[in-house]
Nanobody, 122 residues
Framework: QVQLAESGGGLVQPGGSLRLSCAAS????????MGWYRQAPGKQRDLVAS???????NYADSVKGRFTISRDNAKNMVYLQMSSLTPEDTAVYYC????????????????WGQGTQVTVSS
């Protein structure tokens, strides 16, 4: 199985920036898709951004132009650079992975990290 560990959350003022990191481990060969989701209190968990192993990215409309997702395949890391943060970005941010390759076989289940809190407040 894959283990995902997020870091980098915290308290930031409106207009500020944060960078989230997620480290994946578990003896796999490669990960097809990695991404970030977020869940605010009383709301469902929604996609923020995703990135394929080839670098193709996808963003929620609400974060386009403000957030940038990137990954380092050699280090099995995915990052989320967040800027121009607003109170509406306050949520627990979860790292996600799917399509885990072990040689010729693939595990298509979703794996989740424990989440990291991001609070945007003055």
């Amino acid at each position: 199985q894959v283990q995902l560990a997020e870091s980098g959350g915290g308290l930031v003022q409106p207009g500020g920036s944060l960078r989230l990191s997620c480290a994946a481990s578990g003896g796999f060969l490669s990960i097809g898709l990695m991404g970030w989701y977020r869940q605010a209190p009383g709301k469902q968990r929604d996609l923020v951004a995703s990135i394929s192993s080839g670098g193709i990215t996808n963003y929620a409309d609400s974060v386009k132009g403000r957030f940038t997702i990137s990954r380092d395949n050699a280090k099995n890391m995915v990052y989320l650079q967040m800027s121009s943060l607003t109170p509406e970005d306050t949520a627990v941010y979860y790292c996600n992975s799917k399509d885990i390759w072990y040689g010729r076989s693939v595990d298509s289940r979703d794996y989740w990290g424990q989440g990291t809190q991001v609070t945007v407040s003055s």
